[in-house]
């Protein structure tokens, strides 16, 4: 089921949003000063375009330096990539079949506005996960 709703993501929501978090990454790679940001769009980006069977949790201690760098992201690119979210998951919503991946989207929202101190899982299990 995972595999047919990322499938399903990919078409109408996935690669939009994986494109905003790309560009965002090359835009931010362009001043040295803020690679690490560009990192975490990046590793945001692959979770945007294949959302089904991972989370995202806390790291454990993230730091003072996660949270400055946080409302430096907010500020650059965060909230345009937030509304991104917004916006594709209402339209998601509007079908029964959109439904799921709408509230994926909408999971995806805390991270694209605070996306330093946050990891990406895999939720699989069993002797076929990675």
Request: proline share 6%.
């Amino acid at each position: 089921m995972r595999t047919i709703l990322n499938i399903i993501w990919v078409i109408f929501a996935g690669w939009a949003l994986f494109l905003g978090y790309v560009v965002a990454g090359v835009l931010l790679c362009v001043p040295i000063v803020t690679i690490p940001w560009a990192i975490a769009s990046f590793r945001i980006a692959r979770y945007a375009i294949w959302p089904f069977g991972r989370q995202i949790v806390d790291r454990s201690r993230p730091g003072i330096g996660s949270l400055l760098g946080n409302v430096v992201w907010v500020v650059l690119a965060g909230w345009w990539l937030a509304i991104g979210h917004i916006l594709s998951g209402i339209a998601l919503c509007v079908t029964i079949i959109g439904i799921p991946m709408g509230i994926a989207d909408f999971k995806m929202v805390p991270v694209s506005l605070m996306p330093l101190g946050k990891e990406i899982v895999s939720t699989r299990t069993g002797p076929f996960a990675r």
